[in-house]
């Protein structure tokens, strides 16, 4: 798809870190309209989504949760209109909460979408599980019905996907509560140990062969801090051991030949705050370069546009 409309989430109050809700700006600094214009995509940038400021921390269980609530339920009814203009969506974070609104709103047009989800963390607890108490260590739990009602029903009622459409890479810390749950609901989990063991590139083909197998379409949800901390100091809750640069743009080049297969992306978890001269975010800029094929030997204005 040539149309690729970008919305930007400012929200830090699903994490246990303030400065994440700065994410968009600093991907936007990176030059991220331009560098995909040069890609030879047609790109509106449609601003942020309105993001209520965090003033009820009450909820031990879920702080801010009704702020939360607030922003994905907004940010469902935008993918969802980005969506039904055909067009691509692809949504800045922002922290990794924001995924309940785009897999709400995407999934309404869509309910046999499959979601690949690369993150140091499978972000599977429920409100009951959640040592934190960190609403971005819930989202994909919610997407496929697990956790509060009110977060499971945000867009439309009920879950947003079959847990056996997801598939996580590159975990490597993961609550005993989450392996319960993802266990009990058949995820399918990549850690760090299998990418150790058998390579990227066997993990991402037999992951986005079952993908393409069981799914109608596909929503890659990134966090940044599936990356080591090294590559991607800019996060708030960095784990040594993750993926070197070049398997992060492999797990993204490789999504790319998918083609049409592909129809919405994020990226989330960039923390200007914490990050090295806005490294994370121009990393996080080059991935979603690869996961819209850029190559090496190509340039738009030499080679026919496909
Ligand atoms: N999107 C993230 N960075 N999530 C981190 C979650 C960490 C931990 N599992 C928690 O529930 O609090
Ligand atoms: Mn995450
Ligand atoms: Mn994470």
Known sequence: MK?????GVPMDLGAGKRGVDMGPSA?????LVKRLQSMGKIVEDRGNIHVPVGLNRDNE???YREEVLTACRSLAEEVYKIYQEDSFPLILGGDHSIAM???AGLARKEPEMGVIW????ADFNSNTTSPSGNIHGMPLAVSCGIGDPEFVDIGTPGRKIDPKRVVVVGARDI?????VL????GVKVYTMEEVDLYGIQHIMQEAMQYLEKNCSCLHVSFDMDAIDPSEAPGTGTPVRGGLT??????IMKYISTYGNFVTSLEVVEVNPILDIQNKTAELAVELIESAFGKRIMYYSDIDELD
Not at 118 to 121: T, Y
Not at 175 to 179: L, T
């Open 3 to 7: 149309n690729v409309t970008i919305l």
């Open 27 to 31: 991907i936007r600094l990176a030059s």
């Open 175 to 179: 609550d005993m509560g989450e392996v």
């Open 101 to 103: 609104g785009s897999i």
């Open 245 to 250: 640069y070049r398997e992060a743009h492999f």
């Open 182 to 185: 993802l266990r009990q609901h």
């Open 61 to 63: 269980a879920m702080k």
């Open 118 to 121: 690369i993150d140091a963390h």
